[in-house]
């Protein structure tokens, strides 16, 4: 079974534009959350998304968006991009159902903003 | 607000010794606490998990204890091994929400 695959891996943009991420689950996950690594931050949640609805939300600004269609796939929008937004993007699927621990990650994108 | 806190950003462990990886956490409403490794260029990837009304769980190599009056938790390796070289991040679960720690780099040498 194929497991969760984002693209692009590299990305680089410039201030002020916008980025859209892609990341598609394993099969059968219906939840899919999105994380930023960057240098002593460690892996913050986004946000998280199940059957097309955001249930859980980090504390991010509104620049950043997220959606999920109905085949599960979920796309990451980061608009206005700012130096700081420099970081990984992971996202990770799960069944997403109650008690279940298990969350399967990306490789994700590495996103540069110059 | 760091929910989940690791301390040591690094550990240095000669090969065939116990390595141990701590966390401490501030939210009491965490169901579950979860270790992650993660290479370089890759995702992390998932090790082992903990039920929040557990105190130990074990599988082959690695063990998680689970210290609630504490609010700490911990990873023990053992035997380390060079292929363990890597960066662990814990993490608690509440409602499918994963709060992580910033990581510890392990570096088991010969």
């Known amino acids: 079974k194929a497991g969760v695959t984002q693209t692009p891996r590299y990305l680089i943009k410039t201030r002020g534009q916008q980025v859209t991420l892609s990341c598609s689950p394993i099969?059968?996950?219906?939840?899919v959350s999105w994380y930023q690594q960057t240098p002593g931050q460690g892996l913050q949640f986004l946000f998280e998304y199940f059957s097309e609805t955001q249930r859980n939300k980090g504390n991010f600004p509104g620049r950043f968006s997220g959606r999920q269609f109905s085949n599960s796939r979920s796309e990451m929008n980061v608009s206005t991009l700012e130096l700081g937004d420099s970081a990984l993007y992971l996202c990770?699927?799960?069944?997403?159902?109650?008690?279940?621990?298990?969350?399967?990650f990306g490789q994700g994108t590495r996103l540069t903003v110059v | 607000d760091q929910q989940v806190k690791q301390n040591s950003p690094s550990l240095s462990v000669q090969e065939g010794r116990i390595s141990i990886l701590n966390c401490d956490y501030t939210n009491s409403m965490f169901d579950y606490f979860l270790w992650y490794k993660k290479y370089p260029a890759e995702g992390p990837t998932f090790l082992i998990s903990?039920?929040?009304?557990?105190d130990k769980n074990e599988d082959g190599r690695f063990t998680v204890f689970l210290n609630k009056s504490a609010k700490h938790l911990s990873l023990h390796i053992v035997p380390s091994q060079p292929g363990d070289s890597a960066v662990y991040f814990c993490a608690g679960l509440n409602t499918d929400k994963l709060i992580f720690g910033t990581g510890t780099r392990l570096q088991v040498f010969p």
């Open positions: 990770a699927s799960s069944y997403g159902g109650t008690g279940n621990t298990e969350a399967f």
């Open positions: 903990i039920s929040s009304i557990k």
């Open positions: 099969s059968g996950h219906r939840s």
